[in-house]
């Protein structure tokens, strides 16, 4: 019922939406999410969407990026066909992978076995996990039964992500443009962001920006307004999905504050 009460809260699906698939999923034995996809009121990707933002686990969309053939080498192809997921991306000693379950704690702990590294999920939805498994690996001999991927979802435990220090209110368009080789997307143009808020420290900033990326990929914040044209060199620190499709994205700058603070003239 909290996972309905969440559905209906952020308008994913309408009350006339909802109870139309609960009767037919009831009626069919099928889960709801099933239906919901099905009758055409969510798409897969957005049934995907929907869990990570309910909790807090991100949503990636893979075609954003280029999956490296040596991370893909990682493990045998059994084992990704068995569980569908792929390894995205690896910041140091951390391994990011995207999985139809990020709640498999069986997978987590063979990938922490198998590779010695800290696991960090993601959530993928399925078609897009095949896709680059097909491409990688060529298409399976059989076909893949997605329906069992679909079934109702265990209760999440949700963690707020931490800020730091107050914040000040602003609303400035940036660009940001990556500075980490290990994060490849599959544009190299510079990425559209919507500065949301400043720390009052003049450490930290959230915005708004169209992709994930991972804590601790280096960065460069371009800001181009009236009186202030600048660069600033910036850090993750959190990613987290928002509704519509867009990614809430927490910075540390790399920079003198005074820089930073400068930019507090323009507050809401």
Same mark, same amino acid.
């Given at each position: ?10 308008k994913w ?45 991100p949503f ?55 590779? =010695?590294?800290?696991?960090? $999920?993601? &959530? ?6 095949? #896709? @680059? ?79 994930f990326l991972?804590? =601790?990929?280096?960065?460069? $914040?371009? &800001? ?6 600048? #660069? @600033? ?36």
């Amino acid at each position: 019922m909290r996972l309905e009460r969440h559905l209906l809260d952020g308008k994913w699906v309408s009350p006339a939406q909802l109870m139309e698939a609960k009767e037919e999923a009831k009626a069919r034995g099928r889960s709801l999410y099933c239906i919901l996809t099905r009758k055409g009121f969510l798409s897969e990707e957005e049934v995907f969407m929907f869990f990570a933002g309910y909790s807090g686990i991100p949503f990636v969309r893979l075609s954003d990026y280029n999956i490296s053939e040596e991370l893909l080498a990682l493990f045998p192809e059994p084992l990704y066909r068995d569980k569908l997921f792929v390894p995205l991306l690896k910041m140091e000693n951390v391994l990011y992978a995207a999985m139809v379950n990020p709640l498999d704690s069986d997978l987590i702990n063979t990938l922490t076995t198998r590779t =010695g590294m800290e696991i960090n $999920v993601l &959530f993928a939805n399925p078609s897009a996990l095949q #896709k @680059v498994l097909d491409k990688h690996f060529g298409s399976p001999d059989q076909f893949f039964d997605i329906r069992g991927l679909m079934s109702a979802p265990q209760a999440f435990s949700m963690m707020p992500p931490a800020r730091e220090s107050e914040r000040v209110s602003v609303d400035i368009p940036a660009e940001i443009e990556l500075e980490d080789k290990n994060v490849t997307l599959v544009s190299g143009a510079p990425l559209s962001v919507m500065i949301s808020d400043i720390s009052s420290s003049g450490r930290a900033a959230g915005m708004s920006a169209p992709v994930f990326l991972p804590a =601790g990929a280096r960065l460069c $914040v371009k &800001f181009s307004l009236k009186d202030i044209s600048c #660069k @600033v060199k910036a850090q993750v620190s959190r990613c987290t999905s928002e509704k519509n499709g867009r990614y809430s994205l927490g910075v540390q700058f790399i920079a003198e504050e005074a820089v930073i603070k400068s930019l507090m003239g323009f507050g809401k």
